[in-house]
């Protein structure tokens, strides 16, 4: 790293710390030649690549934009689209990759969209997953009501599990 002051080409890092929840590196630099000390801030860039081939930075924006279009007229508030926008993007940083194709993060998109709200789930998907037809609706609420019961019966397995294999007491 050049140096700001002197223009020396190299500096020595003295500390590094993690900012903005690990996606900023701020290090601590000293310059070997003229003695002073400067502070750089390094940024992990994600790129998406869209299937044109173009390549576009990540944006979380972005994605709170396309969940909101799906939510809207939903009982969904703007801090769980949010939450589910970070999700997202951990999900796709957790690959490693510094590009990943648009389809993967559709793909990390619908997980966390079908459990917040199962319309706006459809919503999407049927945009993301281009359905041309009612059967391709169809298929997919019959698997959206698979999952939903096998999500149920698990939930009643664990709680049976939990009280000994007897229905739990209710207090009237």
Known sequence: MRCPYCRHAD????DSREADDGQLIRRRRSCPE???RFTTVEEAVLAVVKRSGVTEPFSRT???SGVRKACQGRPVDEDAIAVLAQRVEETIRAKGAAEVPSHEVGLAILVPLRELDQVAYLRFASVYKSFDSLDEFEREITALREATTAREAAVRHAVATRSGGR???INS
Do not use: N, W
């Not at 500096?11 to 003295?14: D, G, K, L, Y």
């Open 11 to 14: 500096s020595r890092v003295v």
């Open 167 to 169: 229905a739990p007491k």
């Open 34 to 36: 003229c003695g002073k």
């Open 62 to 64: 972005k994605i709170m």
